[in-house]
């Protein structure tokens, strides 16, 4: 069974510019989740999509940051502008539903902001 | 709000000596907590979940306990390729939004 796919694995911008991470989940996961992980931390939920609805965003940064899941499969994940302080891992992870399913997470895209 | 704590921050081992992770949790009621492994450029691989206090789980040389107020991992007669960092999350009861720690990173020396 494939795993959570992501791209790009790396990038680098400079602050203000903007960028787009993009994730592919396991094949039949309805939930799919962005996590950002700075770095000696653990990760931390930005967004929880349920099929094409957004179930939680409440720690999502809505100034800059958006996300899209378009028909309940991919999903991107924007910074517009980006600040230095964006610089992280930024996770995408995928699980069945109801709740309590464990989440498969993807290898991440390093964003470094200069 | 819910809160993790981990520790130590930091483990190095040697080739069979045996030790426990701690994580110590606060959630508004527990629906689980998890284990998860991450390699260094790497996600998080999904080791575990225990539901209830009292639970116990085994994979190799790896056995996570859960009680009301922690859980521990613990890990017997380790390899140089168990170094890694081990993170706990707790999910509340009424969400599915894991609460990860920082991580506990574990070096096994040979």
């Known amino acids: 069974e494939a795993g959570v796919a992501q791209s790009p694995r790396y990038k680098i911008i400079e602050k203000r510019q903007s960028v787009a991470f993009w994730c592919n989940p396991i094949?039949?996961?309805?939930?799919l989740y962005w996590y950002q992980q700075i770095l000696g931390q653990g990760p931390k939920l930005l967004i929880q999509?349920?099929?094409?609805?957004?179930?939680?965003d409440s720690q999502l940064p809505k100034d800059r940051f958006s996300a899209e899941r378009l028909k309940g499969v991919d999903s991107t994940l924007k910074i517009q502008p980006a600040k230095l302080e964006d610089s992280a891992v930024y996770l995408c992870a995928s699980s069945q539903t109801p709740a309590g399913y464990e989440q498969y997470f993807g290898p991440g895209t390093r964003l470094t902001v200069t | 709000e819910d809160q993790v704590t981990q520790s130590p921050e930091a483990l190095r081992l040697q080739e069979g000596e045996s030790s426990s992770l701690n994580c110590s949790y606060t959630v508004s009621g527990l629906r689980g907590l998890f284990w998860y492994r991450q390699d260094p450029g790497k996600g998080p691989e999904f080791l575990f979940t225990l539901y209830s206090a009292g639970e116990e789980k085994e994979k190799e040389r790896l056995k996570a306990t859960l009680t009301k107020k922690e859980s521990f991992l613990h890990i017997t007669a380790p390899k140089p390729e168990d170094s890694a960092t081990y993170l706990c999350a707790v999910q509340a009861s009424g969400s599915e939004k894991l609460v990860f720690g920082k991580g506990t990173k574990l070096t096994v020396n040979p």
């Open positions: 094949s039949g996961h309805a939930t």
């Open positions: 999509f349920q099929n094409n609805g957004v179930v939680d």
